[in-house]
């Protein structure tokens, strides 16, 4: 054979196996590209499934501390229902106390005792004791109510509710007459001017005792006020031709107007007189 045709034929599988290099080449880019592909979807794909995990994975933790909140274990959709099914007072709709006067026109002014005077709406103020030795249970009685038991202090009206809601009743009556105002306004200004700011204690050094002024509470302020207005009625009416629930009227009238007339301003200002004293 001669010597051209011999190199042809050596360098043919040569060639060959160079096309068949470059195919195996193009073949294995192709493929990793497609891997790449099919990694980062994947990648994606674990992303959201680890996402929709951690997602259900949250909702009942929330679920569970809902449950924790609500009383006894019952869920908050049934609570919600339950606050929206409750009648919120309109003016001019809701109860009136007696049948004649409204408690969404009254206003109480002082911030001290705004948390403690109960005026939400009702008509018949009388709950039966229903918030009795409860821890302040009595911000949830309204005040009229609380007027009310603390009338039933002397040895003729102990435990008649029914007379002291009757003298109440028609003390409002007259205030109304008097006034032209809503008696129940007129009642929350005179427990405003005769609720005490500052009272005194008893300190002991050694054996002897000390008094020491200090501030009094919203809670107590409200309490001694009530009682020195009932007291004040009740005192008035002894030997006196006047009924009952005048004498209560007439005192929470000149309460309400700061005058020293009133047993509960005089005694209000005895207590600051003192404790200013005792400083």
Known sequence: MP?????KIEQS??????????????ETKENSLKNKDTST????????????????????????????KTPKGKPKE????????????????SPLIFGKYDLMEVEV????????????PIGIPHTGAKHANKWFGKMKVNVVERLINNMMRS???????????RTVKNAFDIINKRTKQNPVQVLIFALQNSSP????????????????AVDTSSSHRLDVAL?????????????????????????????????????????????????????
């Open 109 to 120: 002014e002082d911030p001290g005792l705004k948390r403690y005077i109960n005026i939400t």
């Open 13 to 26: 599988p040569r060639s060959e196996q160079k096309e068949t290099g470059e195919q195996n080449t193009k």
């Open 197 to 212: 700011k500052e009272e005194i204690t008893r300190l002991r050094f050694g054996g002897i005792s000390v008094p020491k």
């Open 3 to 7: 010597e051209d045709e011999s190199n």
């Open 227 to 279: 009682r020195n207005i009932c007291k004040g009625a009740v005192n008035a009416s002894h030997k006196n031709k006047k009924r009952m629930a005048v004498c209560l009227a007439e005192e929470i009238i000149l309460a309400s107007k700061a005058d020293m007339n009133s047993f509960a301003i005089s005694k209000k200002e005895e207590m600051e007189r003192i404790a200013a004293s005792a400083r």
């Open 155 to 165: 040895e003729h009206s102990t435990g008649k509710k029914f007379f002291a809601y």
């Open 41 to 68: 979807e994947n990648k994606e794909m674990l992303k959201e499934e680890d996402k929709t995990k951690k997602s259900e994975e949250k909702k009942p933790k929330e679920e569970k501390e809902d449950v924790e």
């Open 78 to 93: 049934e609570i919600k229902m339950k606050v929206e099914t409750k009648p919120e007072p309109i003016l001019g709709l």
